[in-house]
């Protein structure tokens, strides 16, 4: 009989988290991460504020736990996919692979996202934590722009910064655009974006006047 009370609390425990995790994705999404508190996200939830405490330390961890979810969920998909850093990112299809891939996850999981980004800015800049956030993000990024730079390329940068400022339009962009996740708006903005770096990466396109 012990065990199984056991059990059930481990289960209850359980669905408390999951009710707690989910709330908070549709308040992150409908009102942002700042303007959410923890009783706003335990009433949605159904739950007692005390509970939420059993489960996270605060808003914080919170996110920390959507932010594992979400990653999880992404190493899944991935199984089984090699990704070498010897990828050519002055390719204009190579890059729009690589920012066509980083879209989709943040339009996808927008409600988490959206919330890392508001937490990021509103932490004190003195903390470092956006370049911290940012340069861990865009890890794969740097190392194919390293490869770019052993191969002999010239970037315009250095490939962490170069990396970390891709990275800080992303996440902008994705805080910025309204329309919903999916369709004809996402691939301009890839599109878009490709263009726009592509040159900065490359150089800038030859033109018949110069080659004369």
Same mark, same amino acid.
Not at 97 to 121: E, I, K, S, Y
Not at 146 to 159: A, F, K, M, W
């Given at each position: #009989? =012990?065990?199984?009370?056991?059990?059930?609390?481990?289960?209850?425990?359980?669905?408390?988290?999951?009710?707690?995790?989910?709330?908070?994705?549709?308040? !992150?999404?409908?009102?942002?991460?700042?303007?959410?508190k923890i009783t706003d996200i335990?009433?949605?939830a159904g739950r007692s504020t005390g509970s939420f405490y059993e489960h996270f330390a605060g808003k914080d961890e919170l996110l920390q736990a959507l932010l594992a979810e979400m990653e999880d969920a992404i190493d899944e998909r991935m199984v089984g996919l090699e990704h070498p850093r010897d990828h050519d990112l002055t390719d204009r299809d190579q890059?729009?692979?690589?920012?066509?891939?980083?879209?989709?996850?943040?339009?996808?999981?927008? =409600?988490?996202?959206?919330?890392? !980004?508001?937490? #990021?800015?509103a932490d004190d800049p003195g903390t470092g934590r956006a370049w911290r956030d940012l340069r861990e993000q865009t890890e794969t990024i740097r190392e194919h722009l390293?490869?770019?730079?052993?191969?002999?390329?010239?970037? =315009?940068?250095? =490939?962490e910064f170069i990396a970390v400022a891709m990275g800080a339009m992303l996440v902008t962009l994705n805080y910025a655009v309204l329309t919903p996740p999916g369709g004809e708006d996402d691939r301009r903005v890839i599109d878009t974006l490709t263009d726009l770096l592509l040159h900065g990466l490359a150089g800038p396109a030859s033109h018949p006047a110069d080659e004369a």
């Open positions: #009989m =012990p065990q199984a009370s056991t059990a059930s609390r481990k289960v209850r425990a359980a669905q408390t988290r999951a009710a707690l995790l989910d709330a908070a994705r549709r308040l !992150f999404s409908d009102r942002g991460y700042l303007n959410t335990t009433a949605a890059l729009r692979d690589h920012l066509g891939v980083a879209w989709t996850v943040m339009r996808q999981n927008r =409600p988490v996202t959206l919330a890392l !980004f508001q937490a #990021m800015v390293e490869y770019l730079v052993e191969r002999g390329h010239q970037l =315009p940068g250095d =490939p």
